[in-house]
């Protein structure tokens, strides 16, 4: 049982570094010519988010629909025969989208644009990370894995512990960072 643990956990290490090299690659070459100073790293739009005041219910129902949609549907598709490929894929194009966004964190703002990625992270993903690696691992390790009632109530529980955090905590943990 250790060594097909240890095994699995090299594959998702091992799927998701290349996409993150991929990602920091395709930044420093393919789109260098292509950023300009717009978007989330744009000193105005820091600036901007600051004096914003959220409607934590308003933003909840907002959050609900971005992160439980993408995650509804990374579930359903484990759920099928394709389920070893979409956890692949889905580890693959998640390292890209980090090495990418990382990458572009620091050609904008320095080490100031990791602190910021990780404010801007904190403190949901710490619960939304452990739902999708219980998907994802029940996807590379089934048949030997199985879904059970115990794993739908701790991913069930951990999205909705995310999302809380991130619509009620979040905004301030940013604000006093950028502050």
């Known amino acids: 049982m250790p060594v097909k643990t240890f095994r699995t956990r090299k594959q998702m290490f091992a799927l998701f570094m290349p996409g ?75 390292g890209f989208s980090l090495g990418t966004l990382l990458t572009m964190a620091v050609f904008y703002m320095g080490l100031k644009g990791i602190v910021f990625c990780i404010a801007g992270i904190f ?5 939304y990370i452990p739902a999708y690696v219980v998907v994802l691992w029940y996807g590379m390790t089934y048949p030997q894995s199985r879904w059970n009632h115990q794993k739908t109530i701790f991913v069930i529980g951990m999205m909705l512990t995310g999302l809380i955090l991130e619509a009620y905590v979040n905004p301030v943990f940013v604000k006093m960072i950028f502050s």
């Open 20 to 94: 993150f090299l991929c990602g920091i690659l395709y930044v420093n070459f393919a789109l260098k010519q292509y950023m300009t100073d717009m978007g989330i790293f744009n000193l105005q739009f820091l600036e901007q988010y600051t004096g914003t005041e959220f409607v934590a219910k308003e933003y909840l129902l907002y959050l609900t629909g971005i992160r439980l949609l993408p995650f509804g549907i990374l579930t359903g598709l484990v759920l099928t025969r394709m389920r070893r490929i979409i956890s692949f894929v889905f580890l693959a194009w998640t």
């Open 123 to 127: 403190p949901q993903f710490l619960f």
